[in-house]
């Protein structure tokens, strides 16, 4: 399958990012201890972080559902690793993430397209990925593969979601497929050494491995609100403990009695969703809904809760390192945390953020959603790196280039919606980028040497490049989809130039590319978040008010090769798209509510993708295949 081209709803407007790369910044990553918990944030928040195993080195390895893997030292130092394309040259999905018995960690691709678990070379950083099978008896098409778990040996477990299918690879790479009837969402070891895992429908099943054989037992609540069932760990006690975010409840199920016991969390509609044993005797759960950590008392079933410093960071996944530390991924916010259980968060619970349902469908929000007037369509995009080529002048950006936040709004005179700007911050985000070289070194043949020399380093010489916007983005609606119409000014700042310099307006309609084929919406997040990729060409006008009076046009245009046809210019930008429903309470401003339909085929592109593919059959257990997978770095 070949990189699709989305024209739907919101996401179109990632297009704008390719007009406004030319100023950039690097957010470098800074940790902080907080009451009790240390949270170091990632160069770039929106990657999403998920899944989190802890290092033999005292740090943590995370999976970035839009980004790659990366790794947190024990002093907060923060190292990023890209995942390999997949054989469709499709982008990965990183997603759940675990360490073997054997220490090798290993994670998930959570692709709809090409499901994959990879291996991590934690000297290097390098991963080596194994393609699943998508056809035969039993297989793992359509899996979206979220969770993964240390079996012996050094073998592997993970679930295969709607494929139906039970995974266990060993270290060589062999992959034994299991049929369930169930769809496997998160997996454990359980104290029996049978492998126990939570079904999307809100039942525990128990796969024997020896036998294939599967047992499901119906949870009493799991029925209800969504996700039915979050993540699941063996306990202190001998029992299974699972969360149950859609009913915002705990529970544990005997391995030898089947009893089911069930436990409400404090809060109501917190959303609890990750969960790991802590070395004090209790479980500890996240809750995405109320930004808090909760503690499990499985004697009493007793649970606490304790407020994490920033609301809004989502807390998805959580586990134990060998030292007893807890690390947690936020991805509301972009942060890994970690906390001793024995000296638990110092802040007060707390409170959740409203539900969709209260009840049964409890929302865990992104700080991006509370930029947005709740019910409306709101979006975030960043760039996150490549290039930026206008006539003679080319330009690489670092992580975190700019960002575009605003919600579907009504149309204008145009007739096209608008993207409104939030109702919290500023629409266009950037700060100036130094132009390496300076002036002269844009100068044409001799600018590259000039630009080394020590009169590179004048003042008189340097030049930053700032933006603002020429007007509205507009959202464009036509029979073919939907795009995005942008107009930009680029400001070029130097002591010589002045402070009119400009070239502009830069007016273009583009639509991305999924960088993974799709968007995928995992279940421990309340937001849709997918890399996009933009490839596309824009004309640009010549440069004015360069100086006094306008004198040093020309110099400016000679040196840039302005006026540049489409043909001359080019941009190659990856980024970061995330959609979700807003939050803020705020009003919409008069005039600016979107029409029905406008936000009627937003709203369609959103339950899409937050709706998983079931098979039309489910193979019934037990049954099993085991193939040798082939390596691919």
Known sequence: MRHRHSRTGSLALAAILGMTALAAFSAPAASADTGGVTETALPVADVVPVGIAAGADGGAWFAANAGGIGHVDAGGKVTEYPVPDNSQKLAGIPDGMATGSDGTVWFTDLSGVVPRVGRVDAATGKSTLYELPTTGDVNFANAQVSDITAGQNGAMWFTGGYSGALGRIDPSGNVTAYATGLAPATVTLGPDQAVWFTDKSGSIGRLDPATGAVTSYQTPSGGNGSPALGGIVAGPDGRLW????????????DPATHEIQEYGTPIADSRPFGIAAGKDGRLWVTESATSNVASVDPVSGAIQEYGLPKTLSAPAEITAAPGGDLWITEPGRGLIGRFDPSAPPAANPNPAVPAFSPGAYPNGAAAFMNRCPAGQICQTQVTTGGTVTIGSFKQTLPAGAIRITGYLGAADGTGDPVL?????GQQLESAPVDVPGGLIGQLPLIGPILGQSPAAMWDVNKLTVTQSLNGPIHVSLDGGGIGAKASLNIHLNNQLLGSSCVIGPLNASLSPTFSAGSPAFDDSISWIAAQISISAPVAVPAAKGCGPFGILDGVINQMMGLPSPESKNSMSLTGVLSLAGGINPSNVPVG????????????QFLKKARTAKKPAH??????????????RH
């Open 618 to 631: 489910v193979a019934k257990a037990p049954k099993k295949v085991t193939l040798r997978l082939k390596a």
């Open 420 to 424: 409104a700007p939030p109702v919290v």
């Open 592 to 603: 600016l509510a979107p029409s029905a339909t406008a936000k009627a085929k937003a709203s």
């Open 242 to 253: 699972f969360t149950e975010p859609g009913v915002s409840k705990v529970g544990s199920i």
